[in-house]
Structure formats: C-alpha cells, structure tokens
T-cell receptor
Framework: NAGVMQNPRHLVRRRGQEARLRCSPMKGHSHVYWYRQLPEEGLKFMVYLQKENIIDESGMPKERFSAEFPKEGPSILRIQQVVRGDSAAYFC?????????????FGDGTRLSIL | AQSVTQLDSQVPVFEEAPVELRCNYSSSVSVYLFWYVQYPNQGLQLLLKYLSGSTLVKGINGFEAEFNKSQTSFHLRKPSVHISDTAEYFCAVSVGSGGSNYKLTFGKGTLLTVNP
C-alpha cells in the first residue's frame, strides 16, 4: 500500500526559473494538502485541494505560487520566477476526508534549492 | 487562530533514560492535538493523536502523551528511549469544530538526540 509519493525529492533551480512539485496521494485519498517547511521552522499550511477544486489557499503567497489537483494525475504545486526565499522543503499530505481529527499522511517532501 | 509552542528546541538524553517533550497550545475553541516524528530527509509520521475521551493517549514506538486542558498542554513522553528515537518531533493542533478543522498548525519542533 503505497504512501504519499512526492517527486522530485530534490530540485535545484536558478533564480527566475519555474519549479513544479508533484504529489500523488495515498490510494483512496481525495484530499490533498501542501505545507512548506523553512529551515528551523515548523510546517506552514499553504493550500488544501480536492479533485479539480481549490478549497483553501489562505496560506499560499498571492503571487508566483499556484496549485492544482486535476481529475487525473498528481497534484502540482507550481512556483514561477523562483527567488532565494523559496528555498525550503515542501511537503504534501493526504487524507480520505477532511473530517475533524482525520490524520494527514505525509510524503517525504521535495527539497527545493534556489541558486 | 491557534498557535503551538514547543518549549525546547533541542533535548539531548542518554539511551534508556526517560524523556518528555513539551508542547503548549493556544486556542479559543476546542482542538485536536497531534504529535508527528520526522526522521532526517523524510516526511512526517504520525505518533499519536488526541481527539476526545481519555486524556492519556498511547501511540506507536512506546510514546504516550497527556492532554491537560487547564494547562493547555500536550506533552509527549517515553519511559526509556533508544538510539533510533533520534529525530525531530512536531506537535500540531487543528480546531475541533468549524470549517477549517483540516488545517494543521505546527510547533517549531524539538530535536531529540539520544546518545549511547
């Protein structure tokens, strides 16, 4: 039973390039969450998606960041025109529902480095 | 809005010693509480959770935590640690009711280092 799969595990980009991070939720999970972890910080909520819908993007920067979860395929977190401050670990989590207290299952993350 | 404070950024202990990792939260509404563990270069793994009922919660790997509503705390304990418990531990909270109960708010983490 595969867990949450994220790829790539490591991504290096130069300033101004685009970064695309992918997340395949656990089988049977239709709720996806993205979190960002800056050095020596806890995880910060970015966005919550269900299939073809963004439910809550209150934690996402207003510019350059976007997320999608299409009907087919993985969820994508896209960062355009990356800057040094985007260097972080990005984690995806999934759950079978959004019911209160439902544990979220995390992937191993994508470590994004900006040169 | 909720907040989580993990009082110790680093906790060094010797193997087979007991350990307590402290977590306090702030919220104006009822909450659900979680402890996650993160091994190097990996994602977060759920250790245990408190939703309701008994305030003493047992989790995986011999860990347990106690919910104390009056002190707004959810400290994690293990009576005897192993080298393999060396990892970062995160306390997290979500609201117990309302529309945003999926949103986890994390503390900054406590690095537990178990020495031989």
């Amino acid at each position: 039973n595969a867990g949450v799969m994220q790829n790539p595990r490591h991504l290096v980009r130069r300033r101004g390039q685009e970064a695309r991070l992918r997340c395949s939720p656990m089988k049977g999970h239709s709720h996806v969450y993205w979190y960002r972890q800056l050095p020596e910080e806890g995880l910060k909520f970015m966005v919550y998606l269900q299939k073809e819908n963004i439910i809550d993007e209150s934690g996402m920067p207003k510019e350059r960041f976007s997320a999608e979860f299409p009907k087919e395929g993985p969820s994508i977190l896209r960062i355009q025109q990356v800057v040094r401050g985007d260097s972080a670990a990005y984690f995806c989590a999934s759950s079978p529902s959004s019911a209160g207290g439902q544990p979220q299952h995390f992937g191993d993350g994508t470590r994004l480095s900006i040169l | 809005a909720q907040s989580v404070t993990q009082l110790d950024s680093q906790v060094p202990v010797f193997e087979e010693a007991p350990v307590e990792l402290r977590c306090n939260y702030s919220s104006s509404v009822s909450v659900y509480l979680f402890w996650y563990v993160q091994y190097p270069n990996q994602g977060l793994q759920l250790l245990l959770k408190y939703l309701s009922g008994s305030t003493l919660v047992k989790g995986i790997n011999g860990f347990e935590a106690e919910f104390n509503k009056s002190q707004t705390s959810f400290h994690l304990r293990k009576p005897s640690v192993h080298i393999s418990d060396t990892a970062e531990y995160f306390c997290a909270v979500s609201v117990g009711s309302g529309g945003s109960n999926y949103k986890l708010t994390f503390g900054k983490g406590t690095l537990l280092t178990v020495n031989p």
